[in-house]
């Protein structure tokens, strides 16, 4: 199983809205809505963000939204914040046997 | 407050084993599903290994299968992951995640993860 392929950097000014991208494969991706987002900042354990494409946990800022169209799934950051730096990292259900497959990884730079 | 806190990591030889531990708080343990996933430095994240509530589903990850060995103890709400024949390519942080539940039914992403254990493997 490969991993989900992201960019390796995105960025943005504060205010600004940036989209990540994660491209998958109709055996992950594009046949489950089982995506997930995690933020990791670093030295630190990674955090979920979004589940299920779109879905926000409790207290994970409205400024982060999910959407997914074929095999690519996307993660919207809305007004940028300083905080947002980080790095981000995609996953995806993929089946019974090897449930899960991360992307590689996008590094948020704010500028 | 859920709390995840893993132990057991260390310098080790190529070829020699090691047992990780994870000690959950906060949950009532035995509802949930648990996993493993190590990043190597500098590396993206790696899912590992999957072990049901009750371990009765166990899964691996390919480039792990025959190595590794997941098991958990409801008991002591202690979650393992056993490492044997350690090769260069192990040296990672080891997270070990929680995953979602919604009305008792498994969900397919990490709501809570550990602060991860370094182990590094070199001669």
């Known amino acids: 199983q490969s991993a989900l392929t992201q960019p390796a950097s995105v960025s943005g000014s504060p205010g600004q809205s940036i989209t990540i991208s994660c491209t998958g494969t109709?055996?992950?991706?594009?046949?489950?809505?089982?995506v997930s987002w995690y933020q990791q900042h670093p030295g630190k354990a990674p955090k979920l963000m979004i589940y299920?494409?779109?879905k926000r946990p409790s207290g994970v800022s409205s400024r982060f939204s999910g959407s997914k169209s074929g095999n690519t799934a996307s993660l919207t950051i809305s007004g940028l914040q300083a905080e947002d730096e980080a790095e981000y990292y995609c996953?995806?259900?993929?089946?019974?046997?090897?449930?899960?497959?991360f992307g590689s990884g996008t590094k948020v730079t704010v500028l | 407050e859920v709390q995840l806190v893993e132990s057991g990591g260390g310098l080790l030889q190529p070829g020699g084993s090691l047992r990780l531990s994870c000690a959950a708080s906060?949950?009532?343990?035995?509802?949930?599903?648990m996993n493993w996933v190590r990043q190597a430095p500098g590396k993206g994240l790696e899912w590992l290994s999957y072990?049901?509530?009750?371990?009765?589903?166990?899964l691996y990850a390919d480039s792990v299968k025959g190595r590794f060995t997941i098991s958990r103890d409801n008991a002591k709400n202690s979650l393992y992951l056993q490492i044997n024949s350690l090769r260069d390519e192990d040296t990672a942080v080891y997270y070990c995640?929680?995953?979602?539940?919604?009305?008792?039914?498994?969900?397919?992403?990490?709501?809570?993860w550990g602060q991860g254990t370094l182990v590094t493997v070199s001669s």
């Open positions: 906060g949950f009532t343990f035995n509802y949930y599903s």
């Open positions: 995640a929680r995953q979602g539940l919604w009305f008792g039914e498994p969900k397919y992403y990490f709501d809570y």
């Open positions: 996953c995806s259900y993929a089946g019974s046997s090897t449930p899960y497959v």
């Open positions: 072990i049901s509530s009750d371990s009765s589903s166990i």
């Open positions: 109709s055996s992950d991706v594009g046949i489950y809505k089982f």
């Open positions: 299920e494409i779109t």
